[in-house]
């Protein structure tokens, strides 16, 4: 199987309603992370590294600061004058009403792409599960073993999400039972939503599920197909987070301060990729304190930093303590400002002696552009 010969499809707006203050201005694809990245550059970056140079972003919202993020692609080697980037947004309101239903409305809507792309095989995949995952392996399991769809799971904490499903029983690979949850609990080998078949099979389970009226991908065609057809689970053993609340997304983000979660999320091997914001380094002021932090290009801190996660341009002044807490970029934390457990969004202020303080179990959140 030629990596070149597989398309790539990313739903970016899939599970916008888990961030819902996040996503009020933009898609979950293009929600930040990890001090300078978005989610959906772990998703394209993993399937560049396959060597996939067709990819289709599906959106159906909110997609401006996505459109701008990815821009034509060539931070990920995607601006070509064959194939590359494409964005494949709603034109119409019936449109958006039908990808509203889930996954199976938006590659209803995109079978004409699907039509015009000449690739043997397909993967799709959400951009919420923040990982590093070697395609290629993924790619080559599903030749091996001769499936007809091959999805990725990882065994763990069941997230709190609508349709997730369930790999129940699973036998030298092969997936035996499976079911759906929308807010399981305890721990269970759970999809990841990213899923590998031919072209030609994903064009004819579109055309059956229209004819007999199917509303959810994931139950219509997935589960009802199991015994039918020749599906297969690939387990990922990396790093693997999966956003499903404003907690898990403060959890992820923490994570990354522990280096074994920076190495196997940054590979050296399997770089992730993103715009690039060409700024100075980081000036650390007399005085400052930082300890235990990801502090990205253009801050200057002169203030006290720890346990955060710091995006671009971000100012910490003199006298100012900020601990356990993500600052997305253009952040201003003016002297004398506490803050503690807390999620700041683009462009927030936070003036001169104000205390702010959240838990790790209950986070403070800030909308873009607040003033406090």
């Not at 909110?62 to 070509?80: C, F, I, V």
């Not at 034109?91 to 009403?97: D, G, N, S, Y």
């Not at 060409?278 to 300890?291: A, E, F, I, W």
């Not at 807490?325 to 462009?347: Q, R, S, Y």
């Amino acid at each position: 199987m030629r990596a070149n010969n597989i398309l790539g499809i990313i739903f970016a707006n899939a599970y916008d309603n888990v961030l819902a203050g996040m996503t009020a201005p933009r898609a979950m694809g293009s929600v930040p992370f990890g001090g300078g990245y978005r989610l959906i550059d772990f998703t394209l970056s993993n399937m560049v590294n396959a060597g996939i140079d067709k990819v289709g972003v599906i959106t159906s919202n909110n997609y401006q600061s996505l459109m701008d993020h990815l821009g034509n692609g060539k931070p990920w080697d995607l601006a070509r004058k064959h194939d590359g980037l494409f964005f494949l947004p709603p034109f119409t309101a019936q449109e958006l009403e039908r990808y509203n239903t889930g996954r199976l409305g938006a590659l209803q809507n995109n079978e004409q792409f699907l039509q015009m792309s000449d690739e043997e095989y397909v993967v799709m995949s959400d951009c919420n599960a923040v990982m590093n995952i070697d395609l290629k392996d993924v790619f080559r399991f599903h030749k091996e073993k001769n499936a007809d769809i091959t999805m990725v799971y990882r065994h763990g904490v069941v997230p709190k999400l609508p349709n997730r499903l369930i790999i129940d029983k699973i036998s030298d690979g092969r997936v035996c039972e499976m079911s759906i949850v929308s807010n399981g609990e305890g721990e269970a080998n759970c999809a990841v939503n990213i899923t590998v078949m031919r072209k030609s099979l994903l064009e004819s389970l579109l055309r059956e599920a229209t004819a007999s009226g199917a509303a959810s991908f994931e139950r219509d065609v997935l589960l009802k197909n199991v015994s039918n057809l020749r599906v297969f689970g690939y387990e990922c053993n990396e790093f693997c987070p999966i956003i499903d609340s404003i907690q898990t997304y403060f959890d992820a983000s923490f994570a990354l301060l522990e280096p074994a979660n920076q190495k196997s999320l940054f590979a050296a091997s399997r770089p992730i990729y993103t715009k690039v914001y060409d700024d100075m380094p980081v000036v650390y002021g007399l005085g400052s304190d930082v300890k235990n932090s990801l502090i990205a290009d253009g801050c200057v801190i002169d203030g006290q930093v720890e346990n955060s996660v710091i995006f671009h341009n971000c100012r910490i002044a003199k006298d100012a303590v900020v601990k356990n807490c993500i600052i997305m970029p253009n952040g201003f934390v003016a002297d004398g400002a506490n803050l503690d457990c807390c999620i700041l969004d683009k462009d927030v202020t936070i003036r001169s002696g104000r205390t702010l303080s959240g838990a790790d179990t209950y986070p403070v959140y800030l909308a873009k552009g607040i003033r406090v």
